[in-house]
Protein backbone atom coordinates (compact mmCIF):
# COMPACT_ATOMS: atom_id res chain seq x y z
CA UNK A 1 0.00 0.00 0.00
CA UNK A 2 2.63 1.96 1.28
CA UNK A 3 4.92 1.65 -2.11
CA UNK A 4 1.74 2.46 -4.39
CA UNK A 5 1.41 5.58 -3.06
CA UNK A 6 5.06 6.63 -3.65
CA UNK A 7 4.75 5.54 -6.82
CA UNK A 8 2.06 7.50 -7.88
CA UNK A 9 3.90 10.17 -5.72
CA UNK A 10 6.98 9.26 -8.24
CA UNK A 11 5.54 9.08 -11.30
CA UNK A 12 3.61 12.49 -10.72
CA UNK A 13 6.83 14.02 -9.68
CA UNK A 14 8.82 12.59 -13.15
CA UNK A 15 6.12 12.59 -15.26
CA UNK A 16 6.83 15.17 -18.19
CA UNK A 17 4.90 18.52 -17.68
CA UNK A 18 1.90 18.60 -20.28
CA UNK A 19 2.69 22.13 -22.89
CA UNK A 20 0.07 23.87 -20.16
CA UNK A 21 1.81 23.15 -17.72
CA UNK A 22 5.01 24.37 -19.03
CA UNK A 23 3.46 27.38 -20.43
CA UNK A 24 1.40 28.35 -16.90
CA UNK A 25 5.35 27.92 -14.99
CA UNK A 26 6.82 30.52 -17.98
CA UNK A 27 3.57 32.95 -17.22
CA UNK A 28 4.40 32.48 -13.47
CA UNK A 29 7.90 32.98 -13.68
CA UNK A 30 7.28 36.11 -15.70
CA UNK A 31 4.06 37.27 -13.41
CA UNK A 32 2.13 37.50 -16.35
CA UNK A 33 -1.58 38.44 -15.15
CA UNK A 34 -4.10 38.81 -17.82
CA UNK A 35 -5.71 41.60 -16.63
CA UNK A 36 -5.56 44.39 -19.50
CA UNK A 37 -8.95 43.95 -20.09
CA UNK A 38 -9.90 44.28 -16.33
CA UNK A 39 -12.06 47.28 -16.01
CA UNK A 40 -10.27 50.15 -14.13
CA UNK A 41 -11.49 52.79 -12.28
CA UNK A 42 -12.51 55.40 -14.76
CA UNK A 43 -15.80 56.43 -14.31
CA UNK A 44 -18.47 55.46 -16.76
CA UNK A 45 -18.99 58.79 -18.82
CA UNK A 46 -17.59 62.22 -16.64
CA UNK A 47 -17.92 65.51 -18.39
CA UNK A 48 -13.81 65.21 -18.81
CA UNK A 49 -14.43 62.35 -20.99
CA UNK A 50 -17.43 64.12 -23.58
CA UNK A 51 -14.66 67.06 -23.54
CA UNK A 52 -11.86 64.75 -24.51
CA UNK A 53 -14.39 62.99 -27.34
CA UNK A 54 -14.43 66.53 -28.82
CA UNK A 55 -11.06 67.29 -28.66
CA UNK A 56 -10.38 63.77 -30.15
CA UNK A 57 -12.31 63.41 -33.00
CA UNK A 58 -12.93 66.76 -34.77
CA UNK A 59 -10.28 69.08 -35.61
CA UNK A 60 -11.32 71.91 -33.41
CA UNK A 61 -7.57 72.65 -31.83
CA UNK A 62 -5.88 72.50 -35.11
CA UNK A 63 -4.57 75.72 -36.57
CA UNK A 64 -6.08 75.01 -40.02
CA UNK A 65 -8.80 73.00 -38.25
CA UNK A 66 -7.39 69.92 -40.79
CA UNK A 67 -6.23 67.14 -38.35
CA UNK A 68 -7.59 65.65 -34.96
CA UNK A 69 -6.72 62.46 -32.78
CA UNK A 70 -8.46 60.83 -34.91
CA UNK A 71 -6.68 61.35 -38.57
CA UNK A 72 -4.26 59.11 -37.28
CA UNK A 73 -5.49 57.22 -34.37
CA UNK A 74 -8.78 55.38 -36.70
CA UNK A 75 -11.04 53.05 -35.39
CA UNK A 76 -11.08 50.70 -38.09
CA UNK A 77 -6.90 50.44 -37.92
CA UNK A 78 -6.84 49.56 -34.06
CA UNK A 79 -6.52 53.00 -33.17
CA UNK A 80 -3.39 53.50 -35.45
CA UNK A 81 -3.12 54.68 -38.65
CA UNK A 82 -2.14 51.69 -41.06
CA UNK A 83 0.74 53.81 -43.15
CA UNK A 84 4.43 53.81 -42.48
CA UNK A 85 4.82 57.43 -41.65
CA UNK A 86 1.53 59.58 -40.19
CA UNK A 87 0.70 61.98 -42.27
CA UNK A 88 -0.38 65.46 -40.43
CA UNK A 89 -1.47 68.90 -41.55
CA UNK A 90 -2.89 69.51 -44.63
CA UNK A 91 -3.59 65.77 -45.09
CA UNK A 92 -6.72 64.07 -46.22
CA UNK A 93 -8.41 60.90 -46.51
CA UNK A 94 -7.01 57.56 -44.81
CA UNK A 95 -4.54 54.69 -45.72
CA UNK A 96 -3.29 55.06 -49.43
CA UNK A 97 -5.65 58.22 -50.08
CA UNK A 98 -3.44 59.72 -47.00
CA UNK A 99 -0.26 58.88 -48.29
CA UNK A 100 -0.97 60.66 -51.66
CA UNK A 101 -2.24 63.79 -49.72
CA UNK A 102 -0.39 66.99 -49.79
CA UNK A 103 0.35 66.37 -45.86
CA UNK A 104 3.21 66.65 -43.93
CA UNK A 105 4.81 63.41 -43.22
CA UNK A 106 5.32 62.90 -39.38
CA UNK A 107 8.49 60.98 -39.13
CA UNK A 108 7.57 57.91 -36.95
CA UNK A 109 5.23 55.04 -37.07
CA UNK A 110 1.91 55.81 -34.99
CA UNK A 111 0.99 53.66 -32.57
CA UNK A 112 -2.20 52.08 -31.38
CA UNK A 113 -3.86 54.01 -28.10
CA UNK A 114 -4.90 50.16 -26.59
CA UNK A 115 -3.43 49.80 -22.99
CA UNK A 116 -2.19 53.54 -22.68
CA UNK A 117 -4.20 54.10 -19.91
CA UNK A 118 -2.72 51.18 -18.18
CA UNK A 119 -1.44 52.29 -14.67
CA UNK A 120 1.92 50.37 -15.46
CA UNK A 121 2.30 52.30 -18.83
CA UNK A 122 4.67 54.60 -18.14
CA UNK A 123 6.64 55.36 -20.82
CA UNK A 124 5.31 57.14 -23.55
CA UNK A 125 6.56 57.59 -27.15
CA UNK A 126 9.08 56.33 -29.34
CA UNK A 127 11.87 57.81 -27.50
CA UNK A 128 10.23 57.88 -23.88
CA UNK A 129 10.19 61.90 -23.99
CA UNK A 130 7.27 61.61 -21.94
CA UNK A 131 8.01 59.18 -18.65
CA UNK A 132 6.56 58.34 -15.50
CA UNK A 133 9.52 58.05 -12.52
CA UNK A 134 9.38 57.61 -9.44
CA UNK A 135 6.07 59.87 -8.90
CA UNK A 136 7.48 62.41 -11.10
CA UNK A 137 6.50 62.93 -14.92
CA UNK A 138 9.22 64.07 -17.04
CA UNK A 139 8.50 65.74 -20.89
CA UNK A 140 9.81 68.52 -22.96
CA UNK A 141 6.80 70.94 -21.52
CA UNK A 142 8.17 69.99 -17.63
CA UNK A 143 6.93 68.30 -14.47
CA UNK A 144 3.80 66.82 -15.54
CA UNK A 145 2.15 67.04 -12.05
CA UNK A 146 3.44 70.44 -11.03
CA UNK A 147 1.83 71.62 -13.86
CA UNK A 148 -1.46 70.31 -12.93
CA UNK A 149 -1.43 67.13 -15.43
CA UNK A 150 -3.43 64.13 -13.81
CA UNK A 151 -1.20 61.37 -15.65
CA UNK A 152 1.82 60.44 -18.01
CA UNK A 153 -1.08 59.68 -20.55
CA UNK A 154 -1.98 63.03 -20.27
CA UNK A 155 1.16 64.69 -20.98
CA UNK A 156 1.77 62.82 -23.87
CA UNK A 157 -2.27 63.54 -24.95
CA UNK A 158 -1.39 67.18 -25.43
CA UNK A 159 2.07 67.34 -27.37
CA UNK A 160 0.52 66.32 -30.29
CA UNK A 161 -1.09 69.54 -30.19
CA UNK A 162 1.81 71.57 -30.09
CA UNK A 163 3.81 69.65 -32.74
CA UNK A 164 3.89 71.82 -36.01
CA UNK A 165 3.66 68.51 -38.23
CA UNK A 166 0.59 67.49 -36.35
CA UNK A 167 -1.74 70.08 -35.34
CA UNK A 168 -0.09 73.60 -35.47
CA UNK A 169 0.74 74.14 -39.09
CA UNK A 170 0.09 74.06 -42.44
CA UNK A 171 1.72 71.55 -44.61
CA UNK A 172 3.68 74.18 -46.55
CA UNK A 173 6.92 74.86 -45.19
CA UNK A 174 7.30 78.73 -45.35
CA UNK A 175 3.36 79.01 -44.19
CA UNK A 176 1.88 80.00 -41.18
CA UNK A 177 -0.72 80.53 -39.30
CA UNK A 178 -2.02 82.22 -36.04
CA UNK A 179 -1.29 78.71 -34.04
CA UNK A 180 1.93 78.66 -35.42
CA UNK A 181 2.86 82.37 -34.70
CA UNK A 182 1.76 82.01 -31.54
CA UNK A 183 3.15 78.43 -30.17
CA UNK A 184 5.79 77.44 -32.86
CA UNK A 185 8.80 79.35 -31.69
CA UNK A 186 8.32 79.27 -27.83
CA UNK A 187 10.94 77.16 -25.99
CA UNK A 188 9.66 74.36 -23.90
CA UNK A 189 7.63 75.38 -20.85
CA UNK A 190 6.78 78.51 -22.93
CA UNK A 191 4.97 76.85 -25.16
CA UNK A 192 1.63 76.49 -22.58
CA UNK A 193 0.88 79.67 -22.17
CA UNK A 194 0.94 80.02 -26.02
CA UNK A 195 -0.91 77.51 -26.38
CA UNK A 196 -3.69 78.78 -24.13
CA UNK A 197 -3.83 81.82 -25.78
CA UNK A 198 -4.67 80.18 -28.80
CA UNK A 199 -7.33 78.09 -27.48
CA UNK A 200 -9.14 80.92 -25.81
CA UNK A 201 -9.31 82.68 -29.30
CA UNK A 202 -10.25 79.79 -30.93
CA UNK A 203 -13.34 79.76 -28.07
CA UNK A 204 -14.36 82.86 -29.35
CA UNK A 205 -15.19 81.61 -33.26
CA UNK A 206 -19.10 80.94 -32.06
CA UNK A 207 -19.89 79.98 -35.51
CA UNK A 208 -17.45 76.86 -36.10
CA UNK A 209 -20.15 74.45 -35.19
CA UNK A 210 -17.16 71.94 -33.46
CA UNK A 211 -16.02 75.03 -31.28
CA UNK A 212 -20.17 75.09 -30.25
CA UNK A 213 -19.94 71.76 -29.56
CA UNK A 214 -17.17 72.16 -26.98
CA UNK A 215 -18.63 75.54 -25.18
CA UNK A 216 -21.72 73.07 -24.27
CA UNK A 217 -19.45 70.13 -23.16
CA UNK A 218 -17.93 73.04 -21.29
CA UNK A 219 -20.98 73.85 -19.71
CA UNK A 220 -22.24 70.73 -18.59
CA UNK A 221 -19.52 69.79 -17.30
CA UNK A 222 -19.84 73.09 -15.38
CA UNK A 223 -16.32 75.02 -16.51
CA UNK A 224 -16.05 78.77 -17.79
CA UNK A 225 -14.73 78.39 -21.05
CA UNK A 226 -11.85 80.15 -19.90
CA UNK A 227 -10.85 76.91 -17.49
CA UNK A 228 -10.08 74.91 -20.78
CA UNK A 229 -6.33 75.15 -20.88
CA UNK A 230 -3.98 72.96 -22.09
CA UNK A 231 -3.80 70.58 -18.31
CA UNK A 232 -7.30 70.44 -18.80
CA UNK A 233 -7.25 69.35 -22.25
CA UNK A 234 -4.70 66.73 -21.62
CA UNK A 235 -6.91 65.67 -19.03
CA UNK A 236 -9.88 65.36 -20.41
CA UNK A 237 -8.05 63.41 -23.55
CA UNK A 238 -6.43 61.19 -21.55
CA UNK A 239 -10.46 60.58 -19.58
CA UNK A 240 -11.68 60.02 -23.03
CA UNK A 241 -8.52 57.43 -24.16
CA UNK A 242 -8.38 55.52 -21.26
CA UNK A 243 -12.48 55.21 -21.20
CA UNK A 244 -12.52 54.37 -25.36
CA UNK A 245 -10.06 52.27 -25.02
CA UNK A 246 -11.18 50.01 -21.28
CA UNK A 247 -14.51 49.73 -23.76
CA UNK A 248 -13.10 48.35 -26.69
CA UNK A 249 -10.94 46.52 -25.13
CA UNK A 250 -11.14 42.39 -25.86
CA UNK A 251 -9.33 40.20 -24.10
CA UNK A 252 -7.15 38.73 -26.66
CA UNK A 253 -6.27 34.84 -26.78
CA UNK A 254 -3.55 34.66 -24.70
CA UNK A 255 -4.97 36.84 -22.57
CA UNK A 256 -7.71 34.73 -21.86
CA UNK A 257 -5.16 31.81 -21.77
CA UNK A 258 -2.79 33.35 -18.89
CA UNK A 259 -6.46 33.44 -17.30
CA UNK A 260 -6.63 29.98 -17.30
CA UNK A 261 -8.59 29.61 -20.43
CA UNK A 262 -6.50 26.61 -22.44
CA UNK A 263 -8.75 26.02 -25.20
CA UNK A 264 -8.37 29.95 -26.27
CA UNK A 265 -4.46 29.44 -28.19
CA UNK A 266 -3.99 26.33 -30.96
CA UNK A 267 -0.89 23.98 -30.32
CA UNK A 268 1.27 25.99 -32.36
CA UNK A 269 0.22 29.14 -30.84
CA UNK A 270 1.07 27.46 -27.49
CA UNK A 271 4.58 26.13 -28.76
CA UNK A 272 5.21 29.78 -29.89
CA UNK A 273 4.60 31.13 -26.91
CA UNK A 274 6.95 28.71 -25.04
CA UNK A 275 9.64 30.10 -27.90
CA UNK A 276 8.85 33.36 -26.95
CA UNK A 277 9.20 33.04 -23.19
CA UNK A 278 12.21 30.94 -23.80
CA UNK A 279 14.24 30.07 -26.52
CA UNK A 280 13.50 32.96 -28.53
CA UNK A 281 14.50 35.67 -25.63
CA UNK A 282 11.54 37.79 -26.79
CA UNK A 283 10.55 38.34 -23.18
CA UNK A 284 14.07 39.48 -21.70
CA UNK A 285 12.27 43.35 -23.38
CA UNK A 286 8.70 42.53 -24.45
CA UNK A 287 7.97 41.73 -20.78
CA UNK A 288 5.10 41.77 -18.31
CA UNK A 289 1.25 42.35 -19.68
CA UNK A 290 1.93 44.75 -22.10
CA UNK A 291 4.89 43.24 -23.52
CA UNK A 292 7.59 46.07 -22.84
CA UNK A 293 10.65 46.56 -20.15
CA UNK A 294 9.13 50.33 -21.13
CA UNK A 295 13.14 50.55 -21.76
CA UNK A 296 15.21 51.51 -24.87
CA UNK A 297 17.16 48.97 -26.81
CA UNK A 298 18.57 48.91 -30.41
CA UNK A 299 17.43 46.13 -33.08
CA UNK A 300 19.66 47.70 -35.66
CA UNK A 301 16.12 49.32 -37.63
CA UNK A 302 17.35 50.23 -41.36
CA UNK A 303 16.90 54.19 -41.28
CA UNK A 304 14.87 55.57 -43.74
CA UNK A 305 15.39 58.51 -45.72
CA UNK A 306 12.52 61.21 -43.16
CA UNK A 307 14.30 60.91 -39.96
CA UNK A 308 13.68 63.74 -37.75
CA UNK A 309 17.18 63.66 -37.37
CA UNK A 310 20.37 64.08 -38.60
CA UNK A 311 20.83 63.43 -42.69
CA UNK A 312 17.39 62.02 -42.33
CA UNK A 313 18.06 59.64 -39.87
CA UNK A 314 16.53 59.34 -36.22
CA UNK A 315 18.52 59.01 -33.42
CA UNK A 316 15.88 57.88 -31.03
CA UNK A 317 16.50 57.80 -27.42
CA UNK A 318 19.82 59.75 -27.59
CA UNK A 319 17.93 62.93 -28.40
CA UNK A 320 16.03 63.21 -25.32
CA UNK A 321 19.26 62.31 -23.28
CA UNK A 322 21.93 63.50 -25.39
CA UNK A 323 24.01 60.21 -24.53
CA UNK A 324 25.43 59.05 -27.22
CA UNK A 325 25.11 55.69 -25.68
CA UNK A 326 20.93 55.76 -26.45
CA UNK A 327 22.04 56.34 -30.32
CA UNK A 328 19.22 54.52 -32.88
CA UNK A 329 17.82 52.69 -29.12
CA UNK A 330 14.04 52.94 -28.95
CA UNK A 331 11.63 52.15 -26.41
CA UNK A 332 10.42 48.53 -26.83
CA UNK A 333 7.10 48.53 -28.14
CA UNK A 334 4.14 46.81 -26.24
CA UNK A 335 3.07 43.91 -28.25
CA UNK A 336 -0.57 44.41 -27.25
CA UNK A 337 -2.80 43.93 -30.44
CA UNK A 338 0.41 43.77 -33.01
CA UNK A 339 -1.18 41.56 -35.55
CA UNK A 340 -3.34 44.45 -35.57
CA UNK A 341 -0.83 47.59 -36.34
CA UNK A 342 1.39 46.84 -39.17
CA UNK A 343 3.70 47.76 -40.59
CA UNK A 344 5.83 47.58 -38.02
CA UNK A 345 8.89 49.45 -36.52
CA UNK A 346 9.91 53.13 -35.45
CA UNK A 347 9.59 54.08 -39.16
CA UNK A 348 7.19 51.86 -40.31
CA UNK A 349 9.84 50.35 -42.44
CA UNK A 350 8.85 46.52 -42.10
CA UNK A 351 5.52 45.91 -44.05
CA UNK A 352 5.27 42.24 -42.35
CA UNK A 353 5.50 41.14 -38.60
CA UNK A 354 7.37 38.58 -40.42
CA UNK A 355 10.10 41.10 -41.38
CA UNK A 356 10.22 43.13 -38.16
CA UNK A 357 10.96 39.67 -36.53
CA UNK A 358 13.26 38.20 -38.77
CA UNK A 359 14.87 41.62 -38.51
CA UNK A 360 15.53 40.58 -34.70
CA UNK A 361 17.30 37.64 -35.20
CA UNK A 362 19.48 39.05 -38.19
CA UNK A 363 19.79 42.61 -40.03
CA UNK A 364 21.00 40.33 -43.34
CA UNK A 365 17.81 39.34 -44.26
CA UNK A 366 16.80 42.81 -44.96
CA UNK A 367 19.36 43.89 -46.91
CA UNK A 368 19.64 40.93 -48.82
CA UNK A 369 15.63 40.84 -49.65
CA UNK A 370 15.75 44.30 -51.09
CA UNK A 371 19.19 43.75 -52.95
CA UNK A 372 20.03 47.06 -51.73
CA UNK A 373 22.98 49.17 -52.88
CA UNK A 374 26.42 49.49 -51.00
CA UNK A 375 25.37 53.28 -50.39
CA UNK A 376 22.25 52.07 -48.04
CA UNK A 377 24.40 49.63 -46.21
CA UNK A 378 27.23 52.59 -45.54
CA UNK A 379 24.39 54.79 -44.19
CA UNK A 380 23.09 51.46 -42.12
CA UNK A 381 26.60 50.83 -40.13
CA UNK A 382 26.00 52.91 -37.34
CA UNK A 383 22.59 51.68 -36.71
CA UNK A 384 23.54 48.03 -37.35
CA UNK A 385 26.40 48.57 -34.93
CA UNK A 386 24.42 49.87 -32.01
CA UNK A 387 22.57 46.41 -31.62
CA UNK A 388 21.96 45.13 -29.13
CA UNK A 389 23.77 41.85 -26.95
CA UNK A 390 20.39 40.46 -25.97
CA UNK A 391 19.73 39.98 -29.43
CA UNK A 392 23.12 37.84 -30.14
CA UNK A 393 21.59 34.55 -28.85
CA UNK A 394 18.38 34.46 -30.35
CA UNK A 395 18.23 30.34 -32.46
CA UNK A 396 15.39 29.71 -34.55
CA UNK A 397 14.83 27.64 -37.04
CA UNK A 398 12.47 28.35 -39.72
CA UNK A 399 9.30 26.25 -37.83
CA UNK A 400 9.69 27.52 -34.72
CA UNK A 401 9.36 30.87 -36.54
CA UNK A 402 6.49 29.74 -37.94
CA UNK A 403 5.15 29.15 -34.52
CA UNK A 404 6.32 32.24 -32.91
CA UNK A 405 4.54 34.13 -36.07
CA UNK A 406 1.12 32.63 -34.84
CA UNK A 407 1.98 33.48 -31.22
CA UNK A 408 2.24 36.80 -32.23
CA UNK A 409 -1.20 36.88 -34.07
CA UNK A 410 -2.80 35.87 -30.14
CA UNK A 411 -2.15 39.15 -28.93
C1 LIG B 1 -0.43 63.12 -37.73
C2 LIG B 1 -0.82 61.91 -37.09
C3 LIG B 1 -1.11 61.98 -35.61
C4 LIG B 1 -2.02 62.80 -34.97
C5 LIG B 1 -2.88 63.88 -35.58
C6 LIG B 1 -2.00 62.39 -33.59
N1 LIG B 1 -1.11 61.36 -33.40
FE1 LIG B 1 -0.76 60.38 -31.67
N2 LIG B 1 0.82 59.47 -32.53
C7 LIG B 1 1.20 59.60 -33.85
C8 LIG B 1 2.54 59.07 -34.04
C9 LIG B 1 3.32 59.04 -35.34
C10 LIG B 1 2.97 58.61 -32.77
C11 LIG B 1 4.35 58.06 -32.43
C12 LIG B 1 5.24 59.31 -32.33
C13 LIG B 1 6.51 59.09 -31.57
O1 LIG B 1 6.57 58.18 -30.74
O2 LIG B 1 7.45 59.87 -31.76
C14 LIG B 1 1.86 58.87 -31.85
C15 LIG B 1 1.89 58.57 -30.49
C16 LIG B 1 0.88 58.89 -29.60
C17 LIG B 1 0.87 58.52 -28.20
C18 LIG B 1 1.95 57.72 -27.48
C19 LIG B 1 1.64 56.25 -27.50
C20 LIG B 1 2.77 55.41 -27.00
O3 LIG B 1 2.66 54.17 -27.05
O4 LIG B 1 3.79 55.93 -26.55
C21 LIG B 1 -0.27 59.03 -27.66
C22 LIG B 1 -0.74 58.91 -26.23
C23 LIG B 1 -0.96 59.73 -28.72
N3 LIG B 1 -0.24 59.61 -29.89
C24 LIG B 1 -2.16 60.40 -28.57
C25 LIG B 1 -2.62 61.33 -29.49
C26 LIG B 1 -3.64 62.33 -29.20
C27 LIG B 1 -4.38 62.47 -27.90
C28 LIG B 1 -3.78 63.08 -30.33
C29 LIG B 1 -4.64 64.29 -30.52
C30 LIG B 1 -4.39 65.40 -29.63
C31 LIG B 1 -2.87 62.52 -31.32
N4 LIG B 1 -2.19 61.47 -30.77
C32 LIG B 1 -2.77 62.98 -32.61
C33 LIG B 1 0.45 60.17 -34.84
C34 LIG B 1 -0.54 61.10 -34.61
C1 LIG C 1 16.84 43.79 -27.08
C2 LIG C 1 15.45 43.89 -26.76
C3 LIG C 1 14.48 43.14 -27.65
C4 LIG C 1 14.36 41.77 -27.83
C5 LIG C 1 15.18 40.67 -27.17
C6 LIG C 1 13.27 41.59 -28.75
N1 LIG C 1 12.75 42.80 -29.13
FE1 LIG C 1 11.22 43.11 -30.41
N2 LIG C 1 11.62 45.09 -30.42
C7 LIG C 1 12.52 45.74 -29.60
C8 LIG C 1 12.60 47.14 -29.97
C9 LIG C 1 13.47 48.19 -29.29
C10 LIG C 1 11.73 47.32 -31.05
C11 LIG C 1 11.50 48.63 -31.83
C12 LIG C 1 12.74 48.97 -32.63
C13 LIG C 1 12.61 50.12 -33.60
O1 LIG C 1 11.54 50.32 -34.18
O2 LIG C 1 13.62 50.81 -33.81
C14 LIG C 1 11.10 46.02 -31.28
C15 LIG C 1 10.11 45.78 -32.24
C16 LIG C 1 9.39 44.61 -32.31
C17 LIG C 1 8.19 44.42 -33.11
C18 LIG C 1 7.51 45.50 -33.91
C19 LIG C 1 6.48 46.19 -33.08
C20 LIG C 1 5.90 47.45 -33.68
O3 LIG C 1 4.83 47.88 -33.19
O4 LIG C 1 6.48 48.06 -34.58
C21 LIG C 1 7.81 43.12 -32.95
C22 LIG C 1 6.62 42.44 -33.59
C23 LIG C 1 8.76 42.49 -32.07
N3 LIG C 1 9.69 43.43 -31.68
C24 LIG C 1 8.74 41.16 -31.70
C25 LIG C 1 9.81 40.52 -31.06
C26 LIG C 1 9.97 39.08 -30.98
C27 LIG C 1 9.00 38.05 -31.55
C28 LIG C 1 11.13 38.85 -30.29
C29 LIG C 1 11.81 37.52 -30.01
C30 LIG C 1 12.31 36.84 -31.19
C31 LIG C 1 11.69 40.17 -29.94
N4 LIG C 1 10.86 41.13 -30.45
C32 LIG C 1 12.83 40.35 -29.19
C33 LIG C 1 13.27 45.14 -28.61
C34 LIG C 1 13.47 43.76 -28.49
Known amino acids: MKNWFFLVLLSFNVRALTLDETLYVAINAFELEGNLCQKKSEPKSSSLTEIGKII?????LSGDKDTACANCHLDNQALADGLPLAIGV?????????????????????????SRGDERFNTFFWDGKVQKVEGKIYSPIGEGFSLGFD???????????????EFLGTSKPFNANRHVDLVESQY??????????????????????????????????????????????????????????????????????????????????????????????????HSG??????????????????GPHLFGQ??????????????????TPSLVAVSKTAPYG??????????????????????????????????????????SELLRWIRLDENELDKLLAFLNAL
Open 151 to 165: SALSVASVLPLLARD
Open 56 to 60: FERPV
Open 346 to 387: HNGIFPTLEGVVKHHISPIFYFRDLNISDQMILKNNEAIDSR
Open 188 to 285: YIDKIPAQNTFIQERLQEIKDPDVLNLLAALESANLTKEELNLQLVGNALASFIRKKTNEDCQPSPWQKYIRGNNSSLSKDQKEGALLFYGKARCASC
Open 314 to 331: DLGRALVTLDTEDRYTFR
Open 90 to 114: GGSGEGEDRMKSEGAVVPRNAFTLF
Open 289 to 306: DLMSDMAFHSIAVPQGEQ
